[in-house]
C-alpha cells in the first residue's frame, strides 16, 4: 500500500520569500511518480509538478522545484519568491507502476499554505 | 480546449434521492476516475474505469454506480443519497496508467444531502 504524509497542516510565508511545503512517502513500487498539486479557494485542481522516482535531477516548472530525496523517501516542494497568489491548498501524492497502485492517485492531506504581504 | 467537463457544480438532494454526476473528456484518455474530498482527508478514490467497458472500486465505493459504455463519458450514480454523502467531487482522467502520467482534473461537483 501507499502512503503520503503532509506534517504542515498549514504554513505562512512572506510575499517574496521562499517556502518547502514537506511531502514523505512510503511504497513498495520500485517505479512511481510523484505529483504536487495546488488548490486555490475556487476548487479546482492545478498539476503544478512531476518527479519519476528514477529521475536522478531534481524536478523544476517556474518557480516551483521538488526537493527529491529518495533515500529519505521525501519530495518536498520549494517555491520561491511567494506571490499572494500562491496561497492555496497544496496536495503531494503519488502513482505507482503495478499491483494496483497505478489505478489511482494516492494523495496527502494538504497543506493550506498562506502568502502575506 | 475544454478537456475534463464535470456537471453540475452544485447540488443539494434530500436523503434518499438519487442522482447523476456527469463527466466527460475530449483528450482520448483511457483512464478515468471519480474521487471525494472531505476536510482533512485529501481526495479518495470512490471508482476508477481503464476504459471503455471496464470499471472497478476504488477506497470508498459503496453508495456510488459507475458504468463506462464510451471512452469520453464516466458519470457517478447516487443510489440513495445520504448526508454522509455530502463532499466535493472530482472526476479525473489520465492518457494511461503509468506512474508518470498526471491526472487532470474537473472543477468539481459540491454536493449536500439534507
Known amino acids: 500500500a501507499q502512503k503520503i504524509t503532509q506534517t504542515q497542516p498549514g504554513m505562512f510565508v512572506q510575499e517574496k520569500e521562499a517556502v518547502t511545503l514537506d511531502c514523505t512517502y512510503d511504497?513498495?513500487?520500485?517505479?512511481?511518480?510523484l505529483f504536487w498539486y495546488k488548490q486555490p479557494s475556487s476548487g479546482e485542481m492545478i498539476f503544478l509538478i512531476y518527479q519519476g522516482s528514477y529521475d536522478e535531477q531534481n524536478a523544476t516548472e517556474g518557480r516551483y522545484s521538488l526537493n527529491f530525496q529518495k533515500a529519505r523517501k521525501s519530495a518536498n516542494l520549494v517555491i520561491s519568491a511567494s506571490q499572494l497568489g500562491d496561497s492555496a491548498m497544496y496536495f503531494c501524492?503519488?502513482?505507482?507502476?503495478?499491483?494496483?497502485?497505478?489505478?489511482?492517485?494516492?494523495f496527502g492531506k494538504g497543506t493550506l499554505l498562506t502568502v502575506n504581504p | 480546449n475544454a478537456g475534463v467537463t464535470q456537471t453540475p457544480k452544485f447540488q443539494v438532494l434530500k436523503t434518499g434521492q438519487s442522482m447523476t454526476l456527469q463527466c466527460a473528456q475530449d483528450m482520448n484518455h483511457e483512464y478515468m476516475s471519480w474521487y471525494r474530498q472531505d476536510p482533512g482527508m485529501g481526495l479518495r478514490l470512490i471508482h476508477y474505469?481503464?476504459?471503455?467497458?471496464?470499471?472497478d472500486q476504488g477506497e470508498v465505493p459503496n453508495g456510488y454506480n459507475v458504468s463506462r459504455s464510451t471512452t469520453e463519458d464516466f458519470p457517478l450514480r447516487l443510489l440513495s443519497a445520504a448526508p454522509s454523502q455530502t463532499s466535493v467531487y472530482f472526476c479525473?482522467?489520465?492518457?494511461?496508467?503509468?506512474?508518470?502520467?498526471?491526472?487532470?482534473f474537473g472543477s468539481g461537483t459540491q454536493l449536500s444531502v439534507l
Open positions: 474505469s481503464v476504459g471503455a467497458g471496464i470499471t
Open positions: 479525473a482522467s489520465s492518457y494511461s496508467i503509468r506512474s508518470n502520467e498526471k491526472l487532470f
Open positions: 501524492a503519488m502513482r505507482g507502476d503495478s499491483g494496483g497502485s497505478n489505478y489511482k492517485l494516492t
Open positions: 511504497t513498495s513500487d520500485q517505479s512511481y511518480g
